[in-house]
């Protein structure tokens, strides 16, 4: 399986020829007569070609396996929820149950992970979470890459897709976890106090900085990918469960593409773009 160009898109779209000549066979009359049975099979989009085509290839992952692992991360959940509602209906009554189908329903909603088509401008730098654009600061980054660069803040309401997304085609060079508070993720200082998750994404020489920060309901911050991995522009990386925040530091450089008070859709808005395509 070829790498994923710059762009983040997938290759062309495989073709499987399959040839199967059976043996020769003669009939009573002396007629042959021989078959030959040609198939191809072009993987459309769609759940079979994802599964087939998308498992894990140089650290990028099936994206229809990954909407069964973002469910998964709510197994708890709705198992809860299930028995609470199933205790309600047996020893109340049955409509004493429907605020607990409710809150199934409302959990299958916001563990909900559409496909997301990514630019394929090699400059652009897309929203790694859903959301609403609360900051655009300078800041010293002093983590990752030791130096200034501009936040972009994105803060998450409990009716946004939770699940993070790559900002730009990478390699995963950095992930470290840090517990912290569980303040409003909407308070600047939520940044630095609460409970937090940092990425560094290198392309080139350029790398930039994501920022997994929980919120007030927001409990648990999940990472699918590790370091070495190299992810395409869009992909999943991970999740926050319920109201978060996230924050993209990109190179001063960068042109930014948004503004405060803008919603963005995490694998699709375009917040920046590089001055150069990395090398």
């Known amino acids: 399986m070829g790498e994923i160009p710059k762009g983040g898109s997938l290759p062309l779209e495989p073709t499987l020829e ?18 030959k ?10 759940f079979l070609k994802r599964a087939l085509y998308g498992v894990r290839a140089r650290g990028v992952c099936c994206p229809a396996l990954m909407r069964l692992q973002t469910l998964r991360e709510a197994r708890w959940i709705f198992a809860v929820l299930a ?9 109340l009554h049955p409509l004493a149950s429907l ?24 400059l652009a730098v897309v929203a790694p979470a859903d959301g609403v654009v609360v900051e655009i600061i300078e800041k010293p980054e002093t983590e990752v890459v030791n130096g200034m660069m501009r936040r972009v803040a994105i803060f998450l309401s409990v009716f946004d897709v939770h ?32 409970e937090s998750q940092t990425w560094g994404f290198r392309t080139g020489t350029t790398t930039l900085v994501v920022r997994q920060i929980s919120g007030a309901i927001a409990r648990r911050i999940v990472g699918w990918s590790k370091v070495g991995d190299r992810v ?33 859709k995490a694998g699709e808005t375009i917040v920046a773009r590089l001055r150069k395509e990395p090398s």
Not at 24 to 31: H, K, L
Not at 83 to 91: D, S
Request: overall charge positive; some cysteine.
């Open 18 to 35: 399959l040839e199967h000549e059976p043996r020769r066979r003669t009939g009573p009359s002396g007629f042959g007569f021989s078959r």
């Open 37 to 46: 049975f040609k198939l191809k099979c072009r993987f459309k989009r769609g």
């Open 83 to 91: 028995a609470i509602t199933f205790l309600l209906g047996k020893l």
């Open 99 to 122: 605020p607990g189908v409710a809150l199934i329903l409302y959990t299958f909603y916001f563990f909900r992970d559409p496909d997301r088509e990514a630019p394929a401008d090699p």
């Open 163 to 194: 699940t993070n997304r790559a900002p730009i085609y990478a390699e995963v060079t950095y992930r470290k976890h840090y517990p912290g508070k569980f303040l409003d993720a909407r308070n600047p200082e939520a940044s630095m106090a609460n």
């Open 232 to 264: 395409a522009k869009g992909e999943r990386f991970g999740m926050i469960r319920f109201g978060s925040r996230t924050e993209v530091y990109v190179p001063l450089e960068c042109e930014i593409t948004v503004k405060p008070g803008d919603r963005v």
